[in-house]
């Protein structure tokens, strides 16, 4: 059972880029990183996905270092639309006995 | 655009009664996940399923929750009787095996037990 840690908040200008760094120590051997964005009254999105290494799409980037006891996500150049929570998940959803564990989420606030 | 639908999306009703969530994964996926969230807890895993069978349902109390999936296209959650505090909005969402953590998840229902 992979369990994440990341801050509870943070804020940021628009424009600027945007790290937020999840930490999970006990993560096991065939488990994903994988982020979450999520708006008031809507589900979770699924932002991006990664298992070593680095990861880049169209909306952000994950890093992940070669222990894989963290990563970090990435929004470049943030807008107010970014405001949200963003949630660090861990696991393997095809593991028979895996328990996918969502943390308390990071909210971000972007300000003018 | 393939989605998760939900219903109802809204739901208030008196504890003890009988309250039945449904949830229609997209096409094609074999898991689905019923989250809870709230304030307090966050979003809570209560149960998924693959290929129809359900492999854990562990975060979901067994007295008074019932979870399945009578068909591919249909999954419920099922709460008798209500209590007030299972106020929450449930979530559901599906995804593939095979492509790690990638689920999409449904609107939601808000559940209010009075």
């Known amino acids: 059972l992979a369990k994440t840690t990341q801050p509870i908040s943070m804020d940021s200008y628009e424009g600027q880029e945007v790290n937020i760094t999840c930490s999970h120590n006990?993560?096991?051997?065939?488990?994903?990183i994988t982020w979450y964005q999520q708006f008031p009254s809507q589900g979770p999105r699924f932002i991006i996905q990664g298992y070593k290494t680095k990861v880049t799409n169209e909306v952000a980037s994950l890093f992940i270092p070669a222990d894989r006891k963290s990563s970090t996500l990435s929004l470049p150049r943030v807008s107010l639309s970014d405001t949200a929570v963003y949630y660090c998940l861990v696991g393997d959803m095809t593991g028979t006995a895996s328990k996918l564990t969502f943390g308390t989420g990071t909210r971000l606030q972007v300000t003018l | 655009d393939a989605r998760v639908t939900q219903t109802p999306r809204d739901k208030v009703t008196e504890m003890g009664q009988e309250v039945t969530m449904r949830c229609q994964p997209i096409?094609?996926?074999?898991?689905v996940f019923w989250y809870r969230q709230t304030m307090m807890q966050g979003l809570e895993l209560l149960a998924y399923?693959?290929?129809?069978?359900?492999?854990?349902d562990s975060g979901m109390p067994k007295d008074r929750f019932s979870a399945e999936m009578p068909d591919a296209t249909l999954a419920t959650l099922k709460i008798q009787p209500s209590e007030p505090r299972d106020s929450a909005v449930y979530f559901c969402?599906?995804?593939?095996?095979?492509?790690?953590?990638?689920?999409?998840f449904g609107p939601g229902t808000r559940l209010t037990v009075l």
């Open positions: 006990n993560i096991a051997t065939n488990d994903y």
């Open positions: 399923f693959r290929n129809r069978a359900p492999l854990d």
């Open positions: 096409l094609g996926h074999n898991t």
């Open positions: 969402a599906s995804g593939s095996s095979g492509r790690g953590n990638e689920q999409f």
